[in-house]
């Protein structure tokens, strides 16, 4: 049986990062950005679509919040409505030294600063 390629979508995403580790989360955050780059812009908007189930981490739940708008405001579309339900009450910076939290102040998407998460572009570009 010959199976046809199917990109990442932010839900299956969500899915992968329930189970994995830090770093097995960040590897699939680059995988997802990698495979979101290579898909048409028109076929792009369907892999945002679906509500990603929580990961058990509200952290990374609203970060794939962020990520998703982000994208979608990349490609000039508005973000899915599902993304409105999620931010956190107090700051997350997932790289935590003090070069990496200013570098996230300055530079982080405003998709992300808004919800409470201090990431910066440059952390997204790394795929």
């Known amino acids: 049986m010959v199976r ?5 979508t932010v839900a299956r995403l ?3 990062l329930a189970d994995a580790d830090e770093t097995r989360r960040w ?3 680059a995988e997802f950005l990698e495979e979101y780059r290579w898909e048409p812009s028109e076929r792009r908007a369907a892999l945002l679509q679906q509500e990603p189930l929580t990961t058990g981490d509200e952290h990374w739940d609203v970060f794939l919040a962020a990520l998703t708008e982000h994208l979608a ?3 000039g579309r508005g973000a899915p409505a599902w993304v409105e339900t999620r931010s956190l009450r107090r700051f997350w910076f997932p790289f935590n030294t ?3 939290r200013v570098d996230a102040v300055v530079h982080a998407p405003a998709a992300f600063r808004r919800r ?3 990431v910066s572009a ?3 570009n790394v795929a």
């Open 73 to 75: 405001a990349k490609d």
């Open 122 to 124: 440059q952390e997204l």
């Open 4 to 8: 046809r390629y199917e990109p990442l």
């Open 14 to 16: 969500g899915a992968l």
């Open 98 to 100: 003090r070069a990496a």
């Open 27 to 29: 590897r699939l955050v």
């Open 116 to 118: 409470g998460v201090f």
